[in-house]
């Protein structure tokens, strides 16, 4: 089975621009959800999808947006890039958002988006 | 909200067995997981505490102490390809659904 992928793997951008990247889950994975990797921050929950509902947001401001298609591919959006946007962008996709305890995530490769 | 903490950084030699502990403040604590990230790569789970006590899986163990607010990942036999940055996790349930929220990491070099 095909892990999650994530597209493009790098990108370069300029302040005031705007991104969208792509996340494809694992096959019959349900929940995606998306986290800002930076080196002084570390890991941070973005959002969470589920059967093309947001279940989950963290604290972002408004710029970063997601959202899911009914094949529960996911896509984000970051209006108006800064500086500080600069990071590693990770998908992670589970099988089901519900009230599974043991449920494992499962992280794609990511997309290094670099804002000069 | 949720924050943990874990050492930055650990330094063993191969063959040891190292031990990466983890604190946590959470509501609506649900379990602990553990994840590997190489540089440059993905992280990739390792284990998952819900219950208090300790889960085995190869060289890797996790412990759980819910009462404490603290676990920890026991690594034995350490193996140069061990060298990473481990995470520990908190899955909490908040407003339904799925949320993790990931300590700092833990550097973790191993050396002959």
């Known amino acids: 089975k095909a892990g999650v992928t994530q597209t493009p793997r790098y990108l370069i951008k300029t302040r005031g621009q705007q991104v969208t990247l792509s996340c494809s889950p694992i096959s019959g994975h349900r929940s995606v959800s998306w986290y800002q990797q930076t080196p002084g921050q570390g890991l941070q929950f973005l959002f969470e999808?589920?059967?093309?509902?947001?279940?989950n947001k963290g604290n972002f401001p408004g710029r970063f947006s997601g959202r899911q298609f009914s094949n529960s591919r996911s896509e984000m959006n970051v209006s108006t890039l800064e500086l500080g946007d600069s990071a590693l962008y990770l998908c992670?996709?589970?099988?089901?958002?519900?009230?599974?305890?043991?449920?494992?995530?499962?992280f794609g490769p990511g997309t290094r988006l670099l804002v000069l | 909200g949720q924050s943990l903490e874990q050492p930055s950084e650990v330094t063993a030699v191969e063959g040891a067995i190292v031990q990466i502990n983890c604190t946590y403040q959470?509501?609506?604590?649900?379990?602990l997981s553990w994840y590997q990230q190489h540089d440059g790569g993905a992280p990739t789970f390792l284990s998952y505490?819900?219950?208090?006590g300790l889960e085995e899986t190869g060289r890797f163990s996790s412990f759980l102490s819910r009462s404490d607010s603290y676990g920890y990942l026991l690594l034995q036999e350490l193996q140069m390809k061990d060298s990473a940055s481990y995470f520990c996790a908190v899955r909490a349930i908040t407003g339904g659904g799925n949320k993790l929220t990931f300590g700092t990491g833990t550097q973790l070099k191993v050396e002959l």
């Open positions: 999808y589920f059967s093309e509902t947001q279940r």
């Open positions: 992670a996709s589970s099988l089901d958002a519900g009230y599974t305890p043991q449920e494992t995530q499962y």
């Open positions: 505490n819900a219950l208090d």
């Open positions: 959470t509501s609506g604590f649900y379990g």
